[in-house]
């Protein structure tokens, strides 16, 4: 695991960092990185982190800001049943894991679904 030098990001400034991410390099589906540098939605989260798309920031407070990132993309997708399971309950990274990787998934989808809910954050006042 990679420990980040920065200052542990909000979740809304992780979403717009992991917008920024998939902007800038490009959006993958299939495994957390290509090649050539494209990424996964949670691919995306872990670079935003300050870490590498394959690892976890080792430093707590960055983990613990990247689950709570995890949780907040994968709660509307359970509630809108976007993302079911017949096993039974599904962790948040394996949620965007199914999600990210849908055969109709388009960047715009998920680049929208961070957009939603860093907004929602914002509006019920949990930006911080």
Request: aromatic share 4%; with cysteine.
């Given at each position: 695991?990679?420990?980040?030098?920065?200052?542990?990001?909000?979740?809304?400034?992780?979403?717009h960092?992991?917008?920024?991410?998939?902007?800038?390099?490009?959006?993958?589906?299939?495994?957390?990185?290509?090649?050539?540098?494209?990424?996964?939605?949670?691919?995306?989260?872990?670079?935003?982190?300050?870490?590498s798309?394959?690892?976890?920031?080792?430093?707590?407070?960055?983990?613990?800001?990247?689950?709570?990132?995890?949780?907040?993309?994968?709660?509307?997708?359970?509630?809108?049943?976007?993302?079911?399971?017949?096993?039974?309950?599904?962790?948040?990274?394996?949620?965007?894991?199914?999600?990210?990787?849908?055969?109709d998934?388009?960047?715009?989808?998920?680049?929208?679904?961070?957009?939603?809910?860093?907004?929602?954050?914002?509006?019920?006042?949990?930006?911080?």
């Amino acid at each position: 695991m990679t420990t980040p030098s920065t200052t542990p990001p909000t979740v809304v400034g992780l979403l717009h960092a992991a917008r920024a991410e998939l902007v800038e390099h490009g959006w993958y589906q299939g495994d957390l990185v290509s090649d050539t540098g494209c990424l996964c939605l949670i691919g995306a989260l872990r670079r935003a982190a300050g870490c590498s798309p394959l690892e976890e920031p080792s430093d707590p407070a960055h983990l613990h800001v990247l689950w709570d990132a995890e949780r907040e993309l994968a709660r509307p997708l359970q509630l809108t049943g976007a993302v079911t399971s017949l096993s039974g309950r599904l962790e948040p990274i394996e949620v965007l894991a199914i999600w990210n990787d849908q055969p109709d998934r388009h960047l715009a989808h998920v680049i929208a679904h961070l957009d939603a809910v860093a907004d929602d954050l914002t509006t019920a006042g949990r930006a911080a």
